[in-house]
């Protein structure tokens, strides 16, 4: 039952929250306080920069540059820099963090001249990049237990599994469950005050080879982890960031701005879709998958009111849309020709081109008389859709006329009121119509949750700003 389990909250701190002295005393502070009446789980990213580090030292070992040294050097300066300011050093702890970072400098090196020898892959580059969280988790729970508290590090390849998809691998949530209840539960049951620090990033394949989980990945870990832990324990993530939570529109964009309280995973999802990076997309997929409460808050004041918190509800008010967002930089593909009726497959084909091809496509739009699809992609994937189409046995024929706009964003109106209430798309036709912003496509997802507008760059910044003041700055 669900009265009977335990509350557990899972934290997940960012490189941003663990850059300085000040930053782990303002973890120890946290840790503390939500100690007093629940469990707490860690989920640790690599300390702020490191992993660009890594991704620069694999890079050059690969091309054997001459700096590889200077790279390793850095690395290991800069984590050992920090152990010194943060342990003192005739603590028991600090030898212990010392050797692990000399082993992990020193397997990094082994893995650098490993990597002249074979030929580059993804399942290497995964391990490289790895290293930057198996050091920090180690760091901070050691630093956790020299300031008294009860930690242990465990490294996530143990407990989390995925598919082999290295660089963006997507986690097999049965399997992880069950390594979660054979490895992780058990050392939980153990001791209601340890705390047990997880490597955010990566995870392992079938095969036992580390993989990356892509943009995000720290914050998707804590997601997989609560997943895998809520059949035992009543489960929350708090995602701390240097930011407060989900605004309503993009202060680099738009004049006025404020936090978004409660949110639905659902509307959450479409934001994050939409380029709000706050978290990623799939990340509060699993979150509701698992109906997992999640907070995001701000790292330098957690004991705020001002936060964001995502649960499965959708709250109906006057807030009919909660959001507007927008995509500055994209490029429009329209495929037209009136031979396209007849020639059953063109849209499958098309998608299974763009697909293969890592292609990702951020709006789709086909006019009633069914003779041309209009699709957006990202602003640097335009070149090689060009090439891809125009020498494709199939586009590439003369029936097919392909045009590309290079000079395109997308602005968007969200919230979970376009369910629910008429003349949210004619609202933005006219607001934007009445200051001569012309739409040159449209969209809305099957979830209907957004209502998307295709527009001219030029008037990316004007269209955010018109229609927040028609949605949201209404007094």
């Given at each position: 039952m669900e009265s009977s389990k335990k509350s557990l909250v899972i934290m997940k701190f960012g490189g941003s929250c663990l850059q300085n002295k000040e930053s782990y005393l303002q973890i120890t502070n946290i840790v503390k306080e939500y100690m007093k009446s629940t469990r707490v789980l860690i989920v640790v990213s690599a300390i702020k920069g490191m992993t660009n580090k890594l991704i620069n030292f694999y890079e050059k070992?690969?091309?054997?540059?001459?700096?590889?040294?200077?790279?390793?050097?850095?690395?290991?300066?800069?984590?050992?820099?920090?152990?010194?300011?943060?342990?003192?050093?005739?603590?028991?702890?600090?030898?212990?963090?010392?050797?692990?970072?000399?082993?992990?400098?020193?397997?990094?090196?082994?893995?650098g001249s490993l990597i002249k020898l074979i030929r580059p892959s993804a399942d290497i580059y995964d391990l490289f990049v790895s290293y930057g969280e198996r050091l920090s988790t180690f760091i901070l729970s050691n630093y956790l237990s020299s300031k008294g508290y009860k930690s242990e590090p465990m490294l996530s390849d143990k407990i989390i599994r995925t598919d082999d998809n290295f660089g963006r691998a997507l986690p097999l949530l049965e399997e992880t469950e069950d390594l979660v209840k054979e490895k992780l539960i058990p050392i939980l049951m153990s001791d209601k005050n340890l705390i047990v620090c997880v490597s955010g990033y990566f995870g392992s394949t079938k095969d036992n080879k580390i993989s990356t989980l892509g943009r995000g990945g720290s914050d998707l870990s804590a997601a997989i982890i609560a997943y895998a832990l809520h059949s035992a324990y009543l489960c929350k993530i708090i995602y701390w960031k240097d930011v407060k939570g989900f605004l309503d529109a993009d202060p680099r964009v738009a004049e006025k701005t404020s936090l978004i309280k409660r949110i639905s995973y659902k509307e959450a999802k479409e934001l994050a879709f939409f380029g709000t990076k706050v978290l990623h997309p799939l990340c509060l997929d699993i979150n509701e998958k698992g109906e997992i409460p999640s907070e995001v808050r701000f790292f330098y004041e957690p004991e705020s009111e001002d936060f964001t918190m995502i649960?499965?509800?959708?709250?109906?008010?006057?807030?009919?849309i909660k959001a507007i967002t927008s995509m500055e930089k994209l490029s429009m593909v329209t495929i037209e020709g009136d031979t396209m009726i007849p020639l059953s497959g063109t849209a499958s084909k098309l998608f299974s081109l763009l697909g293969e091809n890592n292609i990702n496509i951020v709006f789709i739009s086909q006019s009633s008389s069914e003779n041309n699809i209009t699709f957006g992609i990202e602003y640097e994937d335009s070149m090689k859709v060009s090439f891809l189409l125009r020498n494709s046995n199939y586009f590439g024929e003369e029936w097919f006329k392909i045009k590309i706009d290079h000079e395109i964003s997308l602005v968007a109106v969200i919230g979970a009121g376009i369910l629910y209430t008429p003349g949210i798309a004619g609202k933005v036709f006219t607001s934007l119509g009445d200051n001569q912003i012309n739409i040159k496509a449209i969209a809305q997802g099957s979830s209907e949750l957004n209502f998307t507008a295709i527009i001219d760059r030029e008037n990316c910044r004007k269209a955010v700003n018109v229609l927040y003041n028609a949605f949201i700055n209404r007094k």
């Open positions: 070992s690969c091309s054997e540059e001459q700096d590889c040294d200077l790279i390793i050097e850095d690395i290991y300066n800069g984590h050992f820099q920090l152990i010194n300011k943060l342990f003192d050093v005739d603590s028991s702890e600090y030898g212990g963090v010392l050797e692990l970072l000399q082993k992990n400098i020193e397997d990094l090196k082994h893995l649960t499965k509800e959708i709250v109906q008010d006057d807030n009919v």
